[in-house]
């Protein structure tokens, strides 16, 4: 794997546009897996205007690209404020989102952009950067765990009694 390095900068308006339908096309396929597709679009939808009321102007929030040396945006992230405590009682940030363009994706950038995250966090005087990632996911998991991210809780399920999309069996 290449040594890569980014900076990251805040997101222009048209970014944060692009970036958020990027977001929530991704969780609405991630969903759509448990829940029927209209639900699971209107709970992504939703996460955005829960956490990100203000859109990328929203406090305690960084709407973020990546660029390589060479000036190229290689990726975005969103991190914030950690949404398992109350607002300001953790020294922990979340990491809502990452994402690596196709162009520039298994050539290490995604390690760059969590490492550049990671330096973002503890200027603000933060000590942990959290996230969730889909159990599906492997390429995301593999990522994380390389970069020293380990397993906090986990949450399983198994569908019984009914099809994937809630309906009961007749």
């Given at each position: 794997m290449d040594d890569?390095?980014?900076t990251l900068r805040r997101m222009t308006e048209a970014e944060y546009r692009s970036a958020t339908e990027v977001r929530e096309a991704e969780t609405t396929a991630?969903?759509?897996r448990l829940m029927p597709e209209e639900l699971?679009?209107?709970r992504s939808r939703a996460g955005t205007a829960t956490f990100l009321p203000q859109g990328r102007a929203t406090a305690g929030h960084h709407l973020?690209?990546?660029e390589n040396a060479a000036g190229e945006v290689v990726g975005s992230a969103w991190i914030g404020p950690d949404p398992r405590s109350g607002a300001g009682?953790?020294?922990t940030a979340w990491l809502y989102h990452i994402r690596v363009l196709p162009g520039f994706r298994r050539r290490g950038y995604g390690a760059a952009v969590l490492a550049a995250a990671e330096r973002l966090v503890a200027r603000e005087g933060m000590t942990g950067l959290a996230l969730n990632v889909f159990g599906g996911n492997e390429a995301a998991i593999a990522l994380y765990r390389r970069c020293g991210y380990g397993v906090q809780a986990m949450s399983m399920s198994k569908a019984?009694?009914?099809t994937a999309d809630g309906t009961a069996h007749r």
């Open positions: 890569r390095s980014v991630e969903l759509a699971a679009r209107e973020v690209v990546a009682t953790s020294g019984v009694g009914g």
